[in-house]
């Protein structure tokens, strides 16, 4: 019902910043909580951010707090994610999810929760 493409990703050196970019190709663009996650080699995929419908609320793993931020522009059917201060164990693949179903709890940090997923993009942090 949606397709993901994310962008924006590369290599940087640490300390340094990115922005990562999904567009959806959704009509309907405001009815999907949006979400990042990501995957190094050898681990399990990971929650990072989510943000709710409206962009109203919005959700961190720890080890990203205060160091990136999602947002989304519904009138663009885009989602992004700026990520300062990036450090080596940032390195991963980075996947855009969609949710359109609603859910009670902690349901942004379950990928299972997630109905659509883009094709991710690398980033990769130096030290």
């Known amino acids: 019902q949606v397709q993901l493409v994310e962008s924006g990703g590369g290599l940087v050196q640490a300390g340094d910043s990115l922005r990562l970019s999904c567009a959806a190709s959704s009509g309907t663009f405001s009815d999907y909580a949006m979400g990042w996650f990501r995957q190094a080699p050898g681990k399990e995929r990971e929650f990072v951010t989510a943000i709710r419908r409206d962009g109203g609320s919005t959700y961190y793993t720890n080890s990203v707090k205060g160091r990136f931020t999602i947002s989304r522009d519904n009138a663009k059917n885009t989602v992004y994610l700026q990520m300062n201060s990036l450090r080596p164990e940032d390195t991963a693949v980075y996947y855009c999810?969609?949710?359109?179903?609603?859910?009670?709890?902690?349901?942004?940090?379950?990928?299972?929760?997630?109905?659509?997923w883009g094709q991710g993009t690398q980033v990769t942090v130096s030290s």
């Open positions: 999810a969609a949710k359109r179903t609603y859910s009670s709890g902690s349901w942004y940090s379950s990928p299972i929760q997630y109905g659509y």
